[in-house]
């Protein structure tokens, strides 16, 4: 079956100029209250009232959705690091143990008599 | 079972916006009798009452400025006339009506009649032809995108008609948490275009759940890999913007977007799958979020109600909404190589038919589920139990080898 040709539109058909939309305004409004659940570095500077065309509405719209998606990656990032910290804390408190059983042990020998040892010929 | 059905295990819809039925397929009356489209009689009066024909005169971009509106008084003018009687009857003759309210011009009012011809849509026309078209697709609310789209993610919009913050509260989990939290696990994602588009509507679970997230690339690449979740959402470009491999046209064909762009967008999107290990386990849905203020004949019929109510100040009609009548008929396409060629489907859907036909497909039995959706029909029949042959539109026996390719 011969492939059907479809047409691509023309260079004029792109225009970040165009006056943003009253669907694009809503989007920037609900990502605008999503960003200001964001923790404070991860917020733009953009005043989203000042957003006229699609041009700048995507660019906000880029930066509010990317730093959902960092804020995330972080977080999950700390998770895993706050792991290995804990058992570096049950290691040192076993580590701790073992040296308390070793200087009990050491402690005990050196109290016991010491033991003679006769056929070396050694003096007591 | 049908093996249409049986190898089923991935449902894909893209959601197109603000089009509708005639204008985009209407053209398609001529070649298909059984495609309710556009006939010569057809006409709404302009303000001087005057009747105004539809015609094949619409173009891809720069006509239908300033966007029709759309908005749940606008849609209420369209489908009523003007008539605001308590018994009215709706008749589809508002449209050249409300369009004039926009700029007072009488001669622009009328290309809110105008209809693409066939030949202009290539992708949609024969995409329509070749698989199941939608005679009785509509919109779930007479209104605006917003609480459109609600009804594909959620089955309902939560009584909102109007394009405000919707805070979603439970009972009603959207149709990806419902997967994802099933047992077994189920596998959903919504493909945005990119970070710039972003999407148009679920900002809270993007916030939540960024995990549920793609781009088209990666939506691209899980086709060629054979890596597609059990149900996939596809959002357009919504804007034109720049990026570092170049330009990005708004794909989205919401009015002043180019329609050409958008119909390259989706022929990428069916090549992808035509061409994916696993085109003979996928159907995908083409539809559009509502008509935009384009006319369209059809009488939206009523339906059983919401358990909301949209009061007559959240209406801006002075008349209160309980979701009991649907919006105005969309373009909607069911691709499936197991689609008999020629299928035109008469039954009545709407957006709730989305999480209704998934749910259903995926989970079986699952509540809680808004009125709405509970009464909605679905368009893919559950693969358990006995399939009622008349409904199930995956029907051939074997899988079609002469479905269409588009050079992109």
């Known amino acids: ?124 | 079972m049908p093996p249409g059905l049986d190898k089923l295990q991935h449902i894909v819809v893209l959601m197109m916006e603000n089009r509708s039925f005639d204008h985009m397929l209407g053209s398609l009356k001529a070649v298909n009798p059984n495609i309710d489209g556009v006939t010569p009689n057809l006409s709404n009066p302009d303000t001087n009452g005057s009747p105004v024909p539809a015609q094949a005169l619409a173009e891809f971009q720069a006509q239908l400025q300033p966007d029709p509106d759309h908005h749940f008084p606008a849609v209420d003018l369209q489908i009523f006339g003007g008539d605001t009687s308590p018994n009215r009857k709706p008749n589809m003759q508002g449209f050249v009506k409300s369009y004039f309210n926009q700029q007072r011009d009488l001669n622009h009012s009328q290309k809110i009649m105008y209809y693409f011809a066939q030949k202009d849509l290539p992708v949609l026309t024969t995409l329509a032809l070749e698989f199941a078209v939608f005679n009785r697709w509509f919109a779930s609310i007479p209104g605006p995108t917003i609480c459109n789209r609600a009804f594909a993610h959620y089955g309902t919009s939560f009584g909102r008609v109007d394009m405000n913050l919707i805070y979603i509260n439970e009972p009603f989990k959207s149709i990806y948490d419902r997967l994802i939290g099933a047992t077994p696990k189920h596998t959903s994602k919504l493909y945005y275009y990119d970070t710039a588009s972003s999407t148009m509507e679920i900002t809270n679970l993007l916030e939540h759940q960024p995990e549920l997230f793609g781009t088209f690339p990666q939506f691209l690449d899980d086709c060629a890999k054979g890596n597609l979740p059990d149900y996939a959402f596809i959002e357009p470009n919504f804007n034109d913007h720049d990026t570092d491999s170049g330009e990005e046209v708004a794909n989205d064909q919401h009015p002043d977007h180019n329609v050409q762009a958008g119909e390259l967008f989706m022929a990428k999107i069916y090549n992808a799958i035509k061409t994916s290990p696993l085109w003979p386990n996928t159907a995908l849905l083409i539809v559009y979020d509502e008509h935009g203020g384009i006319y369209d004949h059809v009488v939206p019929p009523a339906c059983k109600p919401d358990q909301f109510t949209a009061s007559a100040n959240d209406t801006g009609t002075g008349m209160p909404f309980a979701f009991d009548r649907l919006g105005v008929r969309v373009p909607a396409i069911l691709v499936s190589p197991w689609i008999p060629k020629g299928t035109v489907v008469d039954r009545v859907f709407d957006h709730a038919s989305i999480p209704a036909t998934v749910t259903n497909f995926f989970l079986g039995d699952y509540s809680p589920r808004s009125p709405r959706e509970i009464n909605a029909d679905v368009f893919i029949e559950p693969n358990a139990g006995p399939v009622d042959a008349a409904r199930n539109l995956l029907s051939l026996s074997t899988m079609r080898t002469d479905c269409p390719d588009f050079d992109v």
């Open chain 1, 1 to 124: 079956m011969v492939a059907i040709q479809v047409p691509r539109p023309p260079k004029s058909a792109f225009n970040p100029n165009r006056p943003v939309s009253a669907l694009l305004k809503a989007q920037v409004e609900y990502l605008h209250e999503a960003e200001r659940r964001l923790p404070l570095r991860y917020r733009s500077e953009t005043y989203i009232n000042a957003i006229k065309t699609e041009g700048e509405a995507s660019e906000y719209i880029r930066e509010v959705t990317e730093a959902i998606h960092n804020a995330h990656a972080e977080a999950a990032a700390a998770r895993v690091r706050v792991v290995p910290k804990r058992r570096a804390v049950i290691e040192i408190a076993a580590v701790a143990d073992e040296r308390a059983e070793r200087k009990r042990a050491s402690t005990a020998k050196k109290r016991r008599p010491r033991k003679t040892t006769g056929e070396s010929g050694r003096k007591k």
